[in-house]
């Protein structure tokens, strides 16, 4: 839980909107808060002025309920609100607590796929999983939120369980996807400049974690992609064969135009190899397609198709990719 869906969740509250299980979640985040508070001292004096604004704000809302005839707040969830508040407002602490409510409660478990293998995974409410080699995703062994959060690194086919009450979110290096329940891939290796989410069933929300990027949220129905680019946090959306951006699951590698560099980065992955460079081959593309291919029949099909490179094995694991190549 962030900083936002907190603040969402305290005005759901003030609203007399939150259910039972939120009203819980906020009794024990605060009592959490209030014991870290105690020992720690984290409120600063000199922030008399935002305290003084946020009590204002607080009792707008008590004011509020009471006149809807709504359960009153508590003086000590007043307290304890205030203060809450007072660190959200100035923007610390509240992503040292984000989870802490939970961490007593549930184990959160890390598959990684090595180079040259894949493993499906099927999540506590039946979400199906399938891993790309050089992987890893991270996942509760329930979701006990109202949400149903993740972490990836790498590249992930999802089959999302629909749940309307408990939305599916993907965190994956800076770039949030927000879905219902749908089928879509995304890739996202930190060597990547971008990260890439490709729908195939259903609709997906996708926008940067970031709130100081600036950039709204982008939906997505099947056969769009969306990018987004690491360096500048922005997300651009174009149409595309889905199919192609699928067929990894089937073992079948696509280049398309795609450079050598990021072809031996996929190379590496698949077939757990270290693929040196030698020579001038920074212009080189490839397109082709492998099917459940080894790795000596792609490379000499490349080196066919390209004149001028050549390749050997200098062991089991390392390959030398050497010659000239401008196209």
């Not at 790498?154 to 800076?174: L, N």
């Not at 212009?283 to 050997?312: D, M, N, R, W």
Request: aromatic share 10%; with cysteine; hydrophobic share 35%.
């Amino acid at each position: 839980m962030d900083e936002k869906e907190l603040q969402q969740l305290f005005r759901k509250y003030l609203d007399g909107k939150c259910s039972e299980d939120e009203k819980e979640l906020l009794d024990r985040l605060f009592d959490s808060y209030a014991e870290n508070q105690e020992r720690s001292g984290h409120l600063n004096i000199h922030h008399s002025r935002i305290k003084k604004e946020m009590f204002s704000n607080i009792r707008k809302g008590i004011r509020k309920q009471e006149d809807n005839h709504k359960n009153p707040i508590s003086r000590r969830w007043l307290s304890i609100a205030a203060s809450f508040l007072i660190l959200v407002g100035l923007g610390t602490a509240l992503w040292h607590y984000r989870d802490t409510i939970f961490e007593e409660h549930i184990t959160y478990e890390t598959v990684t796929t090595p180079p040259g293998q894949r493993y499906n995974v099927v999540l506590e409410d039946g979400t199906r999983v399938r891993l790309n080699a050089g992987s890893t995703l991270s996942f509760p062994d329930r979701f006990r939120s109202d949400i149903r959060k993740v972490e990836l690194t790498g590249e992930a086919f999802f089959e999302v369980t629909p749940d309307p009450e408990k939305p599916f979110v993907i965190r994956s290096q800076g770039l949030n996807t927000t879905v219902l329940g749908t089928s879509f891939n995304i890739q996202a290796y930190p060597e990547d400049k971008a990260v890439r989410v490709t729908v195939a069933t259903g609709k997906v929300k996708v926008g940067p974690e970031e709130a100081s990027s600036g950039a709204g949220k982008t939906f997505l129905t099947p056969n769009q992609q969306a990018l987004f680019d690491k360096q500048t946090h922005t997300v651009y959306t174009k149409k595309v064969n889905t199919a192609h951006f699928l067929e990894w699951t089937d073992g079948i590698i696509r280049f398309d135009d795609t450079s050598l560099a990021e072809a031996i980065a996929i190379l590496e992955r698949w077939y757990g190899v270290k693929i040196i460079r030698e020579g001038h081959l920074e212009q080189c593309h490839i397109t082709a397609k492998f099917e459940k291919a080894e790795l000596p029949v792609i490379l000499e099909s490349i080196t066919f198709a390209k004149e001028g490179l050549e390749y050997e094995f200098v062991s089991d694991k390392t390959v030398l990719l050497k010659g000239s190549c401008s196209d």
